[in-house]
């Protein structure tokens, strides 16, 4: 059993910065994609940005050339970094695993943009 834990969650001002942070408790090594979604107030859970297993990334056009994800295998460590926030970037940021066909979720964490 995978379990997730996500951190780096917070309030920041428009044109600020976050970074967050996902571990997983399994070894993730033979993960097929790691992924990073979020889902604000009365609006449906949308993929923010995923990496495949071998490197290669897609990102929601709304936060292209801004967030930036990345992972550690070694650390059993996913991240995403976010640049350049805007407040309609808050929402309740959540990560996903993919290993060996099954969906894993973080618990998520609140990312608020405000001046």
Do not use: H
Request: contains cysteine.
């Amino acid at each position: 059993q995978v379990q997730l834990v996500e951190s780096g969650g917070g309030l920041v001002q428009p044109g600020g910065s976050l970074g967050l942070s996902c571990r997983a408790s399994g070894i993730i090594f033979r993960f097929n994609s790691m992924g990073w979604y979020r889902q604000a107030p009365g609006k449906q859970r949308e993929m923010v940005a995923r990496i495949i297993n071998g490197g290669s990334t897609n990102y929601a056009d709304s936060v292209k050339g801004r967030f930036t994800i990345s992972i550690e295998v070694t650390k059993n460590t996913g991240y995403l970094q976010m640049n350049s926030l805007k407040p309609e970037d808050t929402a309740v940021y959540y990560c996903n695993y993919i290993i060996d066909g099954i969906n894993y979720w973080g618990q998520g964490t609140q990312v608020t943009v405000s001046s």
